[in-house]
């Protein structure tokens, strides 16, 4: 039981430039979200889904797209990065449903853009 | 506008002291509080849930308290060890809905 599974662990890009931020789960949970954390921020709501084939925007969704083909899988995508989107990316799945329900959080992916 | 504010924002203390972080919220209405641990480098972990009926509840060294009349919790740690090392999150679930305020988190140094 791997939990919640991020690549890649680092990334550089360069304004412009597009890339895929992968996310997967095996706790079998439907609702999946992805977060930002910056420097004196707490974690911000990128773009949440409560199931396969739904998504919707959260705090934060400009220059960044997702989709849920599956259950287990949440990619976000970078269309065109720019400066502003060095961050911390985290997905998180669990925490919808029963109000106490955990939500779990995956290693982090740390991003560059110059 | 909802808000968690935690504080101090960083502390260092000595092994095998105790030390408690302050969390206070505006958020209305409210479902629940968590606190988290974030090691550095890694996602948070969550430590222990607080429901609007519960005052205290521990989870090994580590206690929280609420108080939802004041809008105010706590986490305390006992006997802190050097992997307590990390940040503290504290966040707030709005009732009825699946929004989640996050605090920006204390910075923990436990040194020898």
């Known amino acids: 039981n791997a939990g919640v599974t991020q690549t890649p662990k680092f990334q550089v890009l360069k304004t412009g430039q597009s890339m895929t931020l992968q996310c997967a789960q095996d706790m079998n949970h439907e609702y999946m979200s992805w977060y930002r954390q910056d420097p004196g921020m707490g974690l911000r709501l990128i773009h949440y889904?409560?199931?396969?084939?739904?998504?919707d925007q959260g705090e934060v969704p400009n220059g960044y797209n997702v989709s849920r083909s599956t259950t287990e899988d949440f990619p976000l995508r970078l269309l065109s990065a720019a400066p502003s989107q060095t961050s911390v990316y985290f997905c998180?799945?669990?925490?919808?449903?029963?109000?106490?329900?955990?939500?779990?959080f995956g290693p982090g992916t740390r991003l560059l853009v110059l | 506008k909802n808000q968690v504010e935690q504080s101090p924002q960083s502390l260092i203390i000595l092994e095998g002291k105790n030390c408690t972080l302050q969390?206070?919220?505006?958020?209305?209405?409210?479902?629940?509080l968590r606190w988290y641990k974030q090691d550095t480098g890694r996602g948070p972990v969550s430590l222990t849930i607080?429901?609007?009926?519960?005052n205290t509840k521990s989870n090994g060294r580590y206690t929280a308290t609420l108080d939802a009349d004041t809008k105010q919790s706590s986490l305390h740690i006992t006997a802190s060890q050097l992997s307590d090392s990390a940040s503290y999150i504290c966040?707030?679930?709005?009732?009825?809905?699946?929004?989640?305020?996050f605090g920006t988190g204390t910075q923990l140094k436990v040194e020898l």
């Open positions: 966040v707030v679930r709005t009732g009825g809905g699946n929004k989640l305020t």
């Open positions: 969390c206070n919220y505006t958020v209305s209405p409210f479902s629940n």
């Open positions: 889904s409560v199931g396969a084939g739904i998504t």
């Open positions: 998180a799945s669990g925490g919808s449903g029963r109000e106490t329900e955990t939500q779990y």
């Open positions: 607080m429901t609007f009926s519960e």
